[in-house]
């Protein structure tokens, strides 16, 4: 059941305009694009992933990936986004607003990735805010929560400078890198200033 539930798979944006960026739902004809930027970042990535898997930049693997992402979104679970620049529609990164929760809670988590090449940038803080804006109109959610590893600055800069509010400390949250990882918790509401 979807309590409070507003947008269904067959009637979401297909692209959502930021300030110059958009996010769109990742395609087929992504999958060239995708694989490269994330083989071109692997290094610059690996610290703060789970371990990729050993066919992860195949295309079985996005293909499995592509439908997954189309059933969370169907099922109202989570929505994965691909970040493109505005100006030449170049693929910079990646984020996924997911386990979306209805109900009293309203809320969902939020997790991204830039390639090494756009990193530190502005892109992906205009690609969060534009998430936000349509995590907190379109779907309608009161709150979206992001983690992140304590030595991670560039993410805890990214965070902060997003509008999100630290919120606490979770021990051995997640796995990362092959590691259960101490994370810092922060969220944004959506009356949040």
Not at 51 to 69: E, K, T
Not at 74 to 101: E, P, Q
Not at 103 to 128: C, H, K, N
Not at 131 to 141: E, I, K, V
Request: include cysteine.
């Amino acid at each position: 059941m979807a309590f409070f539930r507003t947008v269904g798979f067959a009637d979401s944006e297909p692209v959502i305009a930021g300030q110059g960026v958009y996010l769109r739902a990742p395609q087929p004809g992504d999958f060239a694009a995708w694989a490269a930027l994330r083989e071109q970042s692997r290094e610059f990535l690996t610290p703060w992933e789970p371990i990729w898997p050993s066919d992860d930049l195949s295309r079985g693997a996005y293909r499995r990936r592509l439908r997954r992402y189309i059933d969370d979104q169907r099922n109202d679970l989570a929505y994965a986004f691909l970040v493109f620049r505005g100006t030449d529609h170049t693929l910079v990164g990646g984020l996924t607003l997911a386990n979306i929760r209805r109900g009293v809670a309203q809320a969902g988590s939020l997790g991204y990735w830039i390639g090494a090449p756009f990193a530190r940038r502005g892109y992906m803080s205009a690609a969060v805010r534009t998430l936000l804006a349509h995590s907190f109109s379109t779907l309608r959610l009161h709150r979206v929560e992001a983690a992140c590893i304590p030595t991670n600055a560039p993410s805890i800069g990214l965070l902060e400078k997003t509008g999100f509010k630290r919120e606490g400390y979770a021990r051995r949250y997640l796995c990362i890198n092959g590691i259960w990882q101490d994370h810092l918790l922060y969220a944004r509401l959506s009356d949040d200033p």
